[in-house]
């Protein structure tokens, strides 16, 4: 079964640029079928589709967000990643990566990301 | 852009009664719709898949239906490990895009 762990700093300086890394277990990256996604959770609040790179590199974005997401790929460590660019406090959330395989969804575990000087 | 609402905002019910959560979609869509139970400091849980399809692990109890802008999550005699916060999310075709509800707080009466 497939099973998805995300990594990155927990505190991130306003203006800064947020890093997140998403590993893939129990399957490889490139695996058919699967959209490798980013949600938000704001504190209190519902969940907030990013986006979603698919193997072959290509991504697609919430519309509603303003465009300071970028997420990518790196199939040789079986990994994704999320850089959000000049963070607010208004970023801080839970982050969680999901593979999305069209009818079955599977989780990480989430990360809290607090923007703060 | 579709928008999905959720209803009521809280249900207070207690153990062993029976719980109808609803979620609605501001325009017809496909079966592409799931449903998840938060808890507190966890990720949300895969309930069902496609409208109806249970993930694995969860219980009978548990069911969903609809179609069209519809949608329903039933559960049949509530448990007290199934109150938390529950949310339905729809897929586009294409692009694969996620749209969650606001989600349904089943609390202890």
């Known amino acids: 079964q497939v099973q998805l762990q995300e990594s990155g700093p927990g505190l991130v300086k306003p203006s800064q640029t947020l890093s997140l890394t998403c590993t893939v277990s129990g399957g490889s990256i490139t695996s058919g079928g699967y959209y490798w996604t980013w949600i938000r959770q704001h504190p209190g609040k519902g969940l907030e589709w990013i986006g979603y790179?698919?193997?072959?590199?290509?991504?697609y974005y919430n519309p509603s967000l303003k465009s300071r997401f970028t997420i990518s790929i790196d199939t040789s460590m079986n990994q994704f990643s999320l850089k959000l660019s000049s963070v607010t406090a208004a970023d801080s959330a839970v982050y969680y990566c999901?593979?999305?395989?069209?009818?079955?969804?599977?989780w990480g575990q989430g990360t809290q990301v607090t923007v703060s000087s | 852009e579709i928008v999905v609402t959720q209803s009521p905002a809280t249900l207070s019910l207690s153990p062993g009664e029976r719980a109808t959560l609803s979620c609605r979609a501001s325009?017809?869509?496909?079966?592409?719709l799931a449903w998840y139970q938060q808890k507190p400091g966890q990720a949300p849980r895969l309930l069902m898949y496609?409208?109806?399809k249970r993930a694995s692990g969860i219980p009978a109890r548990f069911s969903g239906s609809g179609s069209g802008t519809d949608f329903t999550l039933t559960i049949s005699s509530l448990e007290p490990e199934d109150f938390g916060v529950y949310y339905c999310q729809h897929r586009t075709n294409w692009p694969p895009a996620l749209t969650f509800g606001g989600g349904t707080k089943v609390e202890i009466k």
């Open positions: 790179i698919y193997y072959s590199g290509s991504t």
């Open positions: 325009q017809s869509v496909s079966s592409h």
């Open positions: 999901v593979g999305d395989h069209g009818d079955f969804y599977y």
């Open positions: 496609d409208t109806s």
